[in-house]
Every structure is written in C-alpha cells, then in structure tokens.
C-alpha cells in the first residue's frame, strides 16, 4: 500500500529525511516514532504529495507521488500535525467544507457529514463553533476530516499529541476501530508508548534516518537478543529468595535474583533454552507453592532503548 525507496528530502545541508525505505501491506498499522525534528511530518507530507522529494521514490497504492498525485490524494486521509482554524465555522460546515471539495454533494454530503461525525462521537457538537473545541475534539474532527472520502489509506501525523490522557484514550479506540475495518495506518508520535502497542509494525527514525523497519515481533527478537535470554517472573510468596537459589542451580537458568519491590523472582534463562515451562513444573515438584508465572513483558521503551543503543554504541 506504501513502499518507499531511497526516499530523500534535503533542505540545504540538511538531511530532514535520508535514504528512507519501506513498505507497508495491506492492514498494516505502522507506528513511526521519533523524536522532534527526526522527519516524520516531512516523510508523511511527501508520501500525501504535499512535498516534493529531493531524491528517491514511493508509491501509495501503487501509485507514483510523482506521477499519481491525484490519484492517490484520492486514495489516501492525511491528518496533518497541525490544521488551520476556521474562525466562526460550525463543526458540521467545516465538514461539508471539505466534503464539498472531494466532490461529494446533496443528501450524499449531509448524511456522509453525520456518519463521520457520529464515528468520532462529535454528534452532540456538531452546532458548535470549531474554536470552541477542546483540543482532543480538534483532534477527532480533524480525523472526521479524513474520513469524508473513506480513504483506504490513512497518514496521521500525531495525532494524540497534546492530549490529556483520556482523550489519548479515545484516540487510541478509534485507531483500533479503523484497524478493525482493515485500514491501513501510518501514524507518528514523538512519545514512545502512546500508540506503539495498537501497531504491529515500526518505525524507528533519528536526523532523518530510519533506525529500525519491521514487525513488533522483530523489535523484540532484537530485545531478546541483547538481553541474551528469555526471561520469566515467579512467585511463590514466602519462599521466593530460597526459590531463586533453587532456580540458579539450574543448568538452563543464566541467573535468577528475588526482586522484593515487584515481588516476583526474575529468572534469566541461558540463550538456546526458549522454553520456561520447566520452572513452575520443578518448584511444584519441589513443593514450591506456586502463585504467579508469566514471562516478562518486553515493552516498547525496551525496543527503542535497545535499538538506539545499537546504534549509538
Ligand atoms: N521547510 C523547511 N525548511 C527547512 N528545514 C525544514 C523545513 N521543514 C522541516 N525542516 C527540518 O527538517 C527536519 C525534520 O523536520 P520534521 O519532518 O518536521 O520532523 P518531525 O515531524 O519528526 O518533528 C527538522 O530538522 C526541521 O527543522
Ligand atoms: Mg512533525
């Protein structure tokens, strides 16, 4: 649905994207993340045909951004990081605004206009002034914007930035609607876990670079590999510290330490053993009393810590 090539923007001597490449499928969601100044809205805004590359190529939908701008502006919703104010614009004429400019007319315009509303749950607003909005209600009329021409595609430049946390919420539940109706989604974020985990592919880009390109399940591998081992968390209440003693005299474990604050014993094991079944069974075996076993969770900071270690080391 996206591929990009060699994707390059340069502003003087500055690189704001360099030699960017990927491709996304159909359905994916990709959650591209970096830092302030790292290229995100630049990349987004050559992939909607807004800018022009210095070098390199994409297509979206299999279509040319050099060639098929029409085509795919079309094809695709661009949620910029910032739109412009419409001074004394109900909610509802600010969409049939930009109804009116996809072409869409009539009956077709009024009853596309409240289907989008009703989507973002701005309904009730819909008489309000677009000023009048708070900043997570911008933020959804801005995704009902994109929506009016019901864009196979869709780019959405952070679109939970500035949100307090419940109207990040809200966010994140209707990225997960349009996930469920096969979208696909590119969106960006400056703060790591915001919207990585509702992806299940990323990004990571710095000064214009892609750092790391692939699934979640490969940013993780990548975890496991510089951790070494797979590792898992028990418990056995009273008897934890005598359990992690018993636990590092396994030949599998690399090492098992009682962790009081989480109150679980962190167990480490040795690279090629992938399978920790082996810990509950032998501590019940051994009369351990078993209350919790789960393997750690390996979270996005975990990925970007990792991979831009990689990197700068
Ligand atoms: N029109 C422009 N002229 C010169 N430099 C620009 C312009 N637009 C962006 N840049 C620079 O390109 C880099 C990438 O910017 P941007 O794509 O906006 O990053 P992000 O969206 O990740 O915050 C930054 O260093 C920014 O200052
Ligand atoms: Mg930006």
């Not at 030699?19 to 992939?47: A, C, H």
């Not at 001074?87 to 989008?116: N, T």
């Not at 469920?180 to 960006?188: A, D, G, Q, W, Y």
Request: aromatic share 8%; net charge positive.
């Amino acid at each position: 649905m996206i591929e990009c090539r060699d994707l390059t923007k340069k502003y003087g001597e500055l690189f704001a994207v360099d030699r960017l490449s990927l491709k996304l499928e159909p359905g994916d969601v990709y959650g591209f993340i970096g830092p302030n100044g790292s290229g995100k809205t630049t990349t987004m805004r050559m992939l909607a045909t807004l800018l022009n590359p210095s070098w390199g190529e994409a297509t979206v939908c299999g279509h040319s951004i050099y060639t098929g701008s029409k085509e795919i502006r079309r094809a695709i919703g661009y949620m910029p990081d910032f739109f412009g104010v419409y001074d004394d614009m109900k909610v509802a004429e600010y969409l049939e605004f930009f109804a009116a400019a996809y072409r869409i007319r009539g009956e077709a315009r009024k009853k596309k206009v409240d289907q989008v509303l009703d989507y973002v749950d701005l309904g009730y607003k819909r008489d309000a002034l677009v000023t009048s909005l708070s900043r997570g209600m911008t933020q959804r009329l801005g995704l009902a914007r994109t929506l009016l021409h019901d864009p196979q595609v869709l780019l959405l430049d952070e679109p939970a930035s500035g949100l307090d946390p419940r109207a990040r919420i809200e966010m994140r539940e209707l990225i997960k609607r349009l996930r469920r109706e096969n979208k696909t989604i590119m969106l960006s974020s400056h703060i790591l876990p915001e919207l990585a985990d509702i992806c299940n592919k990323l990004g990571i880009i710095e000064r214009g670079k892609l750092l790391f390109n692939g699934s979640v399940a490969e940013a993780e591998a990548e975890v496991r590999k510089v951790r070494g081992g797979r590792v898992f968390l028990v418990s056995v209440g009273e008897r934890n510290t005598e359990a992690a003693n018993r636990l590092g005299t396994y030949k599998e474990v690399a090492s098992a330490a009682f962790e009081p604050k989480a109150g679980v014993v962190r167990v480490a094991l040795r690279a090629g053993h992938d399978d920790g079944r082996f810990i509950p069974e032998r501590l019940i075996a051994e009369k351990f009393k078993l209350q919790s076993f789960r393997e750690e969770d390996i979270n996005i900071e975990d990925v970007f810590l990792t991979i831009t270690k990689g990197i700068t080391n």
